[in-house]
């Protein structure tokens, strides 16, 4: 047999991948005995072959010399009638709550074969189907508040799993301001707040970042942080007596957003004792004057210094 015109290459592919290979054979002759091969019987697609399985490279160089034809038989179809199991899907890394609309969707399903494709929806049944992937970009869309999403899995052979589900609340509206006060006091300043509100996914903390500048911190991303967490008042210490701290306010939700904040400013008390060694001198100290208009000589002292003064008749 000329063996370029037959399927020894494959034949012999088979046997190093698999141990073993199916093959039909036309002989004219007797077929030789292969102590290492299973007789099949006749080939029921072509009259006058002759079905075998071998199992060793020996075997088949013998067959091949021994017959007419010989072509390697497909091996069946598989049929797959299980579908995917352990369906899951996670958004955003388990997230309660999201401020953006686009969210990173975690999947996952196992097969005895392959995972062939996936369908996402935010309704009960599946509108369209995308190749597998066990990780991808998602939009929420515009609904605010709780959004949920199911996922089917699928093989190659269209079976389909149990439905899984996450959810996670979209809320990408900034928490509205309250009002505050500052209250001074020697070196240090009181602040309370109040009236602050989120109506999605809540307020989580409160910041507070000040500057000793012309104006207060534009945002509560800038300037310096002096507080920050659940409490609704606090007291900043340490502060210089005389200077003028200027402050911000914001509140922050759960899904992270940020207010607008609201300004507050103080200047703690310089000190509380008033001024001495009043005094005032008319015209250098002259007893007499002939005319209405006079100089005035003006002095006292201060802890740190004086703010004013008033004169009268």
């Excluded at 494959?10 to 299973?38: C, H, I």
């Amino acid at each position: 047999m000329d063996s370029a015109d037959t399927g020894l290459a494959a034949a012999e592919q088979q046997l190093a991948d698999q141990g073993t290979v199916e093959v039909s054979v036309f002989s004219r002759s007797r077929l030789p005995v292969l102590p290492g091969a299973l007789d099949l019987g006749p080939d029921p697609s072509a009259a006058g072959w002759r079905r075998l399985r071998l199992g060793s490279p020996a075997d088949l160089q013998i067959l091949v010399a021994a017959v007419d034809q010989l072509r390697v038989v497909p091996p069946p179809p598989v049929v797959d009638i299980f579908a995917p199991t352990d369906p899951s899907i996670e958004i955003a890394g388990g997230s309660d709550w999201t401020r953006t609309a686009s969210v990173t969707l975690s999947l996952s399903a196992v097969d005895d074969h392959a995972v062939d494709s996936m369908c996402i929806s935010k309704t009960s049944t599946c509108t369209a189907w995308v190749p597998y992937a066990t990780s991808k970009v998602y939009s929420l869309g515009s609904t605010q508040g709780n959004n949920t999403l199911n996922v089917w899995f699928r093989d190659a052979s269209e079976n389909v799993s149990a439905m899984a589900s996450d959810s996670i609340g979209l809320d990408s509206v900034k928490p509205t301001d309250g009002a505050a006060t500052a209250s001074p006091s020697t070196g240090e300043v009181e602040l309370n707040w109040t009236g602050f509100q989120d109506a999605g996914s809540g307020i989580t903390a409160y910041t507070v970042v000040y500057s000793t500048g012309t104006t207060a911190p534009a945002k509560c991303t800038t300037g310096t942080v002096a507080y920050s967490g659940p409490d609704s008042t606090y007291t900043h210490t340490g502060l210089t007596d005389g200077t003028t701290y200027r402050y911000r306010i914001c509140t922050t939700d759960e899904a992270g957003n940020i207010s607008a904040g609201i300004k507050v400013e103080a200047r703690p008390a310089p000190e509380h004792n008033e001024p001495t060694g009043g005094s005032v001198l008319i015209n250098g100290g002259d007893t007499w004057t002939k005319s209405k208009t006079v100089t005035l000589t003006l002095q006292a002292s201060d802890d740190t210094e004086v703010s004013s003064m008033c004169i009268s008749n």
